[in-house]
């Protein structure tokens, strides 16, 4: 895939954006154009937008970073904006990790070295999980602010 595609959905109360990007850092900036569309539909304060984008580029950038040699892949994201809440969720069917490659108590770390992607995203979010992408391959994080 060489373009980046969005899609949106309504589901229940909520709304449902996706966009998959080119596993490449470059496109990393429309997760943030995306993110900051959406934000006018809910209005966050400026600090909250800053501290989600923030969370937004560490989470795409591990995936851009870990999943793919030479970037030859893709990086699915999903934002699902509820009352209460924005859960977004970044996934990749790269080469994935084992839970233990996450370092520090409780992966407070990123999976690279002396990375502080992770730690940045658990400050920032309410909610982290972070596991095994579909089908057993690569990576999925997926964090909620409650707003």
Do not use: W
């Not at 995936?63 to 970044?90: C, K, M, P, Q, T």
């Not at 409780?106 to 972070?130: H, M, P, T």
């Amino acid at each position: 895939m060489s373009d980046a595609t969005i899609t949106a959905d309504q589901l229940g109360l909520g709304r449902v954006v996706r966009l998959t990007i080119p596993a490449k850092a470059e496109y990393i900036s429309l997760s943030r154009l995306a993110l900051a569309g959406l934000s006018r539909v809910r209005a966050f304060s400026d600090e909250t937008l800053a501290d989600l984008k923030l969370a937004l580029t560490e989470a795409c950038s591990n995936s851009v970073r870990h999943a793919y040699e030479n970037g030859e892949g893709h990086v699915d994201i999903s934002f699902e904006l509820l009352e209460d809440r924005l859960i977004v969720e970044v996934a990749d069917d790269g080469t994935g990790f084992e839970p233990g490659e996450i370092a520090g108590n409780g992966g407070d770390e990123e999976l690279s070295e002396g990375g502080l992607g992770i730690a940045i995203i658990r400050s920032i979010a309410d909610e982290v999980e972070i596991g095994g992408g579909r089908d057993g391959r690569g990576s999925r994080l997926r964090f909620v602010k409650l707003l």
